[in-house]
C-alpha cells in the first residue's frame, strides 16, 4: 500500500503573504498541519532540514512537539546534515525523540544540500581529517551515529564509578530506530551506497546527473539500483524507498490564484548546474486533480517508492496547506494505490 506524507522546508520570514512571519510561527504551524495530516489519514510529516537560513534547522524539538500531540502519523526529515552533527549527542536526541514517538520516528541523512554559509559545519566545529572530504565527514559521522543507536559501547567506563569494563552506550536506546535511517542520494552511485550500508533510500526532486531521459525515469532506474544492491547485500530487513513531489491541484479561485498561471504548469523537467554538477530537476505537477492523478500514475518513480513526500508552501498557512493536503487525498491520491490510515 502506497504511503503519503508532507514535507515541509520551515521557511519563515516577513514576505508578502506569508502567514510565517516568525521562526515560533513556522514551528507552532509545523506542529498544527501535522495533527490535521493524522486526521486526514496521512502517513508522514517530515520537515528539511537547512542551517543559516530562514529555514528549519532543529528538528528533534519539533518532532518531539509532534510526537506528543499526534498517535499514529510518522515523524520524520528529508534530510539532516550529518557535516553539521555530533553524532553521540545526536543518537541521544534521535533515541529521546523516538521513545516519546512510540517508535515512528523515521530519519531522512545526508551529506547536505547547497547552503549559504561558507563552510558552515566548521563554525559548529566539525572539519574533514586528513585526506578527507565534506562528504567524506559526513559519512563518518553517519557510521558512528548509526553505531550509537545500535547499542554500541563508545565510551570506556571509570572505574571508581562503573562496576563494568565494558564500553558503555548511549542512552536511552530506542529498539528498531536503526531500521528506521534513510539516505538522501542524490545519483545512483550514491543509491547504491546506501543500499550496501543498509539504509533505507530517500530520493527528492533533484538528481545529480542527468542521462537525458526524463527525471521520473532516470530517479526509478535509481530506485532499480539501490533494490538489486539491497538484495546482494543480504539484509535481514525490507529496505524503504521514498520520492518527493510538488503537487498542486487547482480546485478554486484561491488555487487559480496562487498557482494558475505559474510557469511551474510548463510540465517540464529542468537541467541546471549544482556545485559544479549537471543537475535534472523534476516537474512540478500542477492542474485539474484529475489530470495530475493520471501524470503521477503514469510517474514510474512514484509507482516504484513506498512513501511520496508532497513538498508544501508552509508559508502560506495551515489552513491553505491542510486543504491542499486534502484535496490530493480524495481527488488524487486513491489513483496511486493510497487509502487513508485509521487511527
Not at 299 to 327: E, Y
Amino acid at each position: 500500500m502506497k504511503r503519503i506524507g508532507f514535507l515541509s522546508f520551515g521557511h519563515w520570514g516577513p514576505g508578502q503573504g506569508s502567514q510565517t512571519r516568525t521562526a515560533g510561527e513556522m514551528l507552532l504551524q509545523g506542529i498544527d498541519l501535522a495533527v490535521a495530516a493524522e486526521e486526514m489519514g496521512l502517513n508522514g510529516a517530515y520537515f528539511r532540514v537547512h542551517h543559516f537560513a530562514r529555514q528549519q534547522a532543529s528538528p528533534f524539538p519539533l518532532l518531539a512537539a509532534i510526537a506528543a500531540r499526534t498517535s499514529r502519523i510518522e515523524l520524520g526529515t528529508g534530510v539532516i546534515d550529518m557535516r553539521y552533527e555530533n553524532p553521540l549527542y545526536m543518537a541521544e536526541e534521535a533515541a529521546a525523540t523516538d521513545l516519546i514517538s512510540a517508535g515512528r520516528l523515521q530519519l531522512g541523512i545526508s551529506r547536505g544540500s547547497p547552503e549559504p554559509a561558507l563552510n558552515g559545519a566548521a563554525a559548529f566545529g566539525y572539519f574533514p581529517e586528513a585526506d578527507e572530504t565534506d562528504a567524506d565527514m559526513a559519512r563518518r559521522h553517519t557510521t558512528d551515529f548509526r553505531a550509537a543507536i545500535s547499542g554500541a559501547g563508545v565510551v570506556r567506563p571509570d572505574p571508581r564509578f562503573a562496576s563494568t569494563r565494558a564500553l558503555l552506550p548511549i542512552q536511552p536506546q530506542a529498539p528498531g530506530l536503526a531500521e528506521r535511517i534513510w539516505w538522501g542520494a542524490g545519483s545512483r552511485k550514491t543509491a547504491v551506497w546506501a543500499a550496501e550500508q543498509g539504509m533505507n533510500l530517500m530520493s527528492s526532486t533533484l538528481l545529480t546527473e542527468d542521462t537525458g531521459v526524463p527525471f521520473h525515469e532516470l530517479q526509478a532506474e535509481q530506485i532499480a539500483l539501490f533494490h538489486e544492491a539491497w538484495t546482494s547485500a543480504g539484509h535481514d530487513f525490507a529496505p524503504q524507498v521514498s520520492v518527493s513531489r510538488s503537487v498542486l491541484p487547482i480546485v478554486d479561485d484561491e488555487d487559480a490564484r496562487y498557482f494558475g498561471g505559474s510557469a511551474l504548469r510548463d510540465g517540464r523537467d529542468q537541467v541546471g548546474v549544482i556545485d559544479g554538477l549537471t543537475s535534472r530537476f523534476g516537474k512540478s505537477y500542477v492542474g485539474e486533480p484529475d489530470q495530475l492523478a493520471r501524470e503521477l500514475a503514469a510517474d514510474s518513480a512514484v509507482q516504484a517508492a513506498d512513501l511520496l513526500l508532497l513538498t508544501v508552501p508552509n508559508q502560506l498557512g495551515v489552513d491553505f496547506n491542510a486543504k491542499l493536503l486534502r484535496n490530493i487525498a480524495e481527488h488524487v491520491a486513491p489513483a496511486l494505490g493510497w487509502e487513508p490510515a485509521s487511527r
